[in-house]
Structures are given as C-alpha cells and as structure tokens.
C-alpha cells in the first residue's frame, strides 16, 4: 500500500466525519476565506506556476497545452470568484426529502448527506484544484486531488493555500488533500483505495477514463466523451438548423458539448446541406461526409467508418444524409456516447418520439447541444458531466455530490 | 470474450432499447403471463428442481441450504404472486420530476428511464430468478441473470418459462436472460462485461459481495453486509430497549438488518443489562460481553476485537458498556458496515445528534433496524439493500431500478 495515500486517505475520512455535520455558515466563510486568500498569495502561486511553465518548455509541451497550464493575476482572481460563487449557492446538505408516516407509525425520511470522500484524478489545468475543493467541501465532502505531474508545482501552492486558509477559518484537518507523489502507480493507487475514497471522480480525456474504468475497484463516476449529433428532421426550420449546427460545432469545438456529426434527411439534404455545409467550412470546419454528402456537396472528404465514432473535440465534423427519424435514431444508438443528442424539427411526433427513443443524458428539441453544462442548466457550478447512469447522469452540481441517509423516527416498533 | 455473454449482451442491448420505452399496461400483462406461466408450469419446475436436490444431496450439502434450494408447489405460488405484486406496482419510467424554465427560454426538465441492462449475480434460492427478473422488467430494464451452479437446473427451468411467456405477451426478445454457464470465469467476464451491461447488482453473502467489488469494471450497487447496533443511551425506557433488542436480535437472525452488537451505557448497564442479558440468553442467543458486560452479567463469553467487527447472521450477540454517546458513535464508525443503526433514547439531544452524527443507510431513533427492507419502508418491492452511497442507499425498490434523462425544450436557442 501506498503511505501517503494511506495517510491523506485516514485524515480525509475524520475531516468527512467533522464536515458532514459543520454548519453552512462555516463552510462558507472558509470558501470565502480561501479565495481571498488565493488572491493575497498570488506572487507564491505564480512562482510556483513559472517552474512548471519552465519545465514545459523544455520539454516541448505544444503552446495550446501550455497555455492551459499558465497562472496569470487575472486567471487567480478568476479562480478566487469562482469559489465566491459556490460559497454563495445554497447548501444542498441536511435537506430532508418528505417523510412518510408508515401504518405502524414510523416516521420514515431521507435526508441529504455528503458522500464523505471524494477523489478527484485531473489533468494540466491548475484551476480545476480550486473548483473542485471548493464544491467538495461545499457539499460537505472531503476532497483528495490528484492532477498530473506538469502542474504540480502549481497544484501544491494552490493546495498549500487552501488547506491553510479552510482550516484557519474552521475547516477540519484533512478536508483538503493533493497527492504529492505523481507516479503512475499512486494514480492507480488512489483507484483502489476503497474503505477511504466513496466516490471517484476522474476529469480529463478518454484515456484518462479508460484508465480509471478499468483500474479502479472504488465507485466511479464516468464524465466525459461527448460524441454528439445535431439531427435536421425533414420538417425543420431550416434558418433554425443552421444556427444550431453552426453554434454546435463552432462555438467551441473542444468542449464535449460541441457537435462532431450532422445528420439531415434526404428529403430536406439538397435545400439544406450547400448553405449550411458551406457556412461551415466558412468558419474553418472540415467537412467529412457520406457519399450523399459528397452527391450533393462536393468539397466534402469521404467519411469513414471511425468518423462515426470519433469525437473530434476540433474544427472537424461529419455529416451523414437519413432516412428519416429511425434512420437518424439508429446512428445515434450505434455510434453516440449518449452526452448530447439534438433534433431539429417542426413536428409534434417526431420531437415526442426522439425525446423517448433517444438514450443519453440530454437530449433536445430545437437548441444546441453546447447548453449541456451546470451553469446554463442552473445550478450554479459544475464538477463534470456524467456520461454514466448510475448516481448521476449530465451535468453534476452540489447535489450530485451528496447521497441521501433514511432517517426513521419510532416509538419502540419491532417488527 | 464469453460468446455466451457477448450474445445475450446485444440481445439484452436490443431488448432494452424496446423496453424503455413498453407501454406500462404491456409490462404488466407480460408479468401477470409469467406468473401465470410458472403456476401452470409447477410440474415441470418441481422436475428440474429436484435434479439440483438430488445433486446437492450427493454433494453433502446442509440441510439448512438445501432447503433454500427446494422448490415446492406453495413456493412456486408464492413465487407467482410476488410477480403479481410487482405488477400491481406503480410504473416508475416516464415520469417528469419538475422542469424549470431558463432566462433564454429552453425548459429543462428531469424524466425518469430505466437503466439499461441489469446484471443479477446471485447465491442459491432460485425464487430470485424470477422476483429480481420480475422487478427489472417493470422498471424497463433487460435483465441478466446468473445463479450459482447448485441451483442451475431450477434456474434454467424458470427464466425458461419467463421468457417464454413474457415473449408471448408482448416482452422483446432478451429481455430476461440467464447465464447457463456456471464457470466461475463467467461470473468474472459477467462483471466486465463493459458495454453491454449498465449496473450489476450482486445478491449473496460477503464473499460474493467481495468478488464483484475487487473484479467488476462494470458499474457495480454494492448490498448486504450488516453489522448493526442498538445503542441504549442512559436516558432510555429500558422495557422499550429490552423489546428493541430482543426483537432486533432474534427475530430473524440470518438476515442483514438483524442487530450484531448491543451498545449500553455505563449508567444504566447494572440496570438494563441483567433482565435484558437474561431473557436474550433464554431466547437461545450466545452473548459475548466486553469485560464490565461480564462483571455485570458473569454468564457472557469474552469478547474478543473481531467480535465487533463480526456480522454473526446467527443466534449471537456483543455487548459492550458504553462511556456515553460519543464513546457509542465512535464505536459504531469503527466497527458499522454503514447498513442500519439505532438508538433508544427519551432525550431530544441525543437522539438528533444520533441522526446526524451516525453515517448509515437507515439510522432509527427507538425502533428496530429490522425494518430496513424495501417492503416495511413502503416501496412495495425490494431487490436489495445498498450499502454503498453511489446512485442508491437503503432499501432499493423500483425506482432505484431507474435513472434520469434531461429533456430540453427549445425555439431555436443556441449558445
């Protein structure tokens, strides 16, 4: 077993025990304290940020990876409002959910508690060591992080910094732990550390993933892959249709929200694909269609195969011409990771019929997939989207770091 | 890869599909054919099951688990009527929990859907079969069954007419599904099964549990282990305590939510623990006391640090006197399995401090843990106790059978 993981993991547990029952009020002005004190200690944290800067660089981390890594005054105040704002939101622990009185008179309740420990394995962005502390012990959880080693200078201050500042302001010891060791095997260490870690969180690209689906014996919450389709049905609002997939695929073609296929029905493809194909490729999108596609559109590349598949997370998208709703809806099912899925339509049926047939975690009429997200959905803050069905499925917010405990209310009842 | 499992994965991938969306009414006459089909069916069930009968006995198996194992015509109707009543029950899929309208007016709202496909690795009793086959389908999920090898010939003979009868009245084909390979290598590709199967539930005693939890890379609701404690706090009806534990023990001992170990605090021990030692003594249960348990009630056998952490499942019980309810909770998050704990107390404090400060899936203020079980809770069904805090905790009827989708209302909304 791993020492420091054995450690971080025992604190962990009686920080989750103190922090299960701390008021809210604490909790909040330690988050506001920690933010506060983020910001008094920005020289210490970029410093700290500059050795992981300067290790990139030499050796040839690409400028858009580096540019994730890099701690600007700007982006620690950035960082500091952040937690602001999950301090602000109300507090999702201690609610009860109704009661039901039983005929043998108990009282039977379920009320909101934190999952206790929750750990977080995340890739490069240093930023994610603040949010994801802050919502974890917002909803009462303790939080061990683990990020990867070209940002661990960054991740120790900025964790230094919060541990100081929470327990100054009554946080318990442990509520906020980083691992320090950034070997591989404490990664995979941390996957099995069940009796201390309830939930496991990975944040990060389908490798990362993988790796934690297949090495982790502790409850996982898969996020992630988003392989979405924007469906034109062949009564849609055409104007409508190209607004979507244009803002799907190009507001922020990264992200797993974005759009990586258009389907468009046959009968509706000759009117609506050479405006809306040409838009695109305006806007920098490679097109890489089927041979419809291409009949119709010819600076289209031919779509393989793994094109169905693949999420680009880049200005590329595949474009596919259907035989209708079934057609459309088979392609999702076969190749979707059931994220995101979006049907363009005029019609009452086809809307109910894509709603109830398509599996994934939202799914919308009309709008584009890039609202899949905790902020436009509403609640305030974000710690992933869950591309999983067990626990929570789509974007997770306070409440879907919490479980629930029956409470049960008697006057001496034996069964 | 198990060319069993991959095969009846896709059919039980396919059947899922259909089922969720299977009209409430055509589940339920699905299931009231099953359960007319396994009465009519009595003969030849009772054959096969005595294959088993006959199998255990040459293989010197106990009385007490060959007699889980037995099929008899007023078992096969019990086992009919329970089908019944999960029929009868409220249909959990489709129902929308609330929908909030956003700034940019996209209404987003929450609506329940099955799971999936749901693997059942279960020990034994064949009447599982059919009421976790039964529970799965009403809830709209495909079902995935494997059983131990003892009980093969039974199994095999039930999910056989199930389906058969299922099919006729409307189920897809694959919806109920059993693993006629007995290999415990199959149990272990069952649980990476990735890809096909969306939860696995295993219903067995802790060995089982064990295996699933270090071996599964499928998502897995851990249930069972109970090491559950009544705690008598100094200020409680000691006659209503005397009931609780006596009823908590003895009621029926072999199960999860019978109490392991009697908690009593110092100043009531020379009070409470005679009369109540005495009478769990006549009722046929080996006590085991700490040693102030002993100087108090000379006839306890010593116990010794692993009889804390034991889940006896028989007619023995723990005693320890107790410094108090700090002393008692500190004890109980030691040594508790998290499943069912409960205080008896006349003091307004404690018994909130009890609720709050004890992590457990059911947490009782004077009564019973015996009622932690899907039927006393009033679910109507259970198809097992979660002592996980992942997805579902306590008791878990339909709905727990359930995940959610975001379904969003649009007009054109882009981002």
Redesign the interface.
Known sequence: MNNELILKGERAKKAA?AL??LRSDVKNNALFAIADGLVAGTDYLLQNNQIDMKNAEEKGMPEAMRDRLLLTEKRVEDMAEGIRQVAALPDPVGEVLGM?K?PNG?L?GKTR?P??VIGIIFESRPNVTADAAALCVKAGNAVILRGGSEAIHSNLAIAELMRREGEKAGLPEGAIALVEDTARETAVALMRL?GYI??LIPRGGAGLINAV??NA?V???ETGTGNCHIYVEQSA?LA?AK??I???KT?RPSVCNAAETLLADRAIAERFLPGALSDLAKAGVELRGCAETAAIFPAVKAATEEDWATEYSDYILAVKVTDGIDDAIAHI?QYGTKHSEAIVTTDYNKSRKF???V??????????T???DGY???FGAEIGIST????A??PMGLTELT?????????????
């Open positions: 025990r299960a029952t039901t039983r108990l039977i508690v999952l206790g069940n309830d939930v689906v297949k014996t409850p996982v919450i609002d409508m607004n979507i244009i803002n799907a507001s099912t709603l109830a047939e599996d994934a975690a939202a799914v919308y009429v009309n709008a584009s890039r609202f899949t436009e959905f509403g999983q069905k067990m626990h499925r789509g479980t629930i405990k029956y409470i049960i209310y008697g006057d001496g009842q034996i069964r």
